[in-house]
């Protein structure tokens, strides 16, 4: 049994900083990429941004670029998106997800989500 379970979200003010975070479960953690996704209502769900299993060269929506910072805790299972600067653009429903084997910008190539985190960020 695969579970993401999001937290951290909220209601900000434009400017304000808030971290999200994205515990693991039934998975082996540390082998899989690990991407945040954002839908807005009206909208699709798109890329924010996502990190190797190792780690190493994260990679980001240019909406988000220089504002959101994506990293991993492997002895955790967790993945955290600190998101700073927010923008009222920001606002929607955040998702964790996971893939297996390698990296990827697309929703339909990851394998598991959670349930996401609504965070609201007021002008």
């Known amino acids: 049994q695969v579970q993401l379970v999001e937290s951290g979200g909220g209601l900000v003010q434009a400017g304000d900083s808030l971290r999200l975070s994205c515990a693991a479960s039934?998975?082996?953690?540390?082998?899989?990429?690990m991407g945040w996704f954002r839908q807005a209502p009206g909208k699709e769900r798109e890329f924010v941004a996502a990190?190797?299993?190792?780690?190493?060269?994260?990679h980001y929506a240019d909406s988000v670029k220089g504002r959101f910072t994506i990293s991993r805790d492997n002895t955790r299972n967790t993945v955290y998106l600190q998101m700073n600067s927010l923008k009222p653009e920001d606002t929607a429903v955040y998702y964790c997800?996971?893939?297996?084997?390698?990296?990827?910008?697309?929703?339909?190539?990851?394998?598991?989500w959670g349930q996401g985190t609504q965070v609201t960020v007021s002008s």
């Open positions: 990190i190797m299993w190792s780690g190493g060269r994260p």
């Open positions: 039934g998975l082996t953690f540390s082998t899989y990429t």
């Open positions: 997800a996971a893939r297996r084997y390698g990296d990827s910008v697309l929703p339909n190539e990851y394998n598991y």
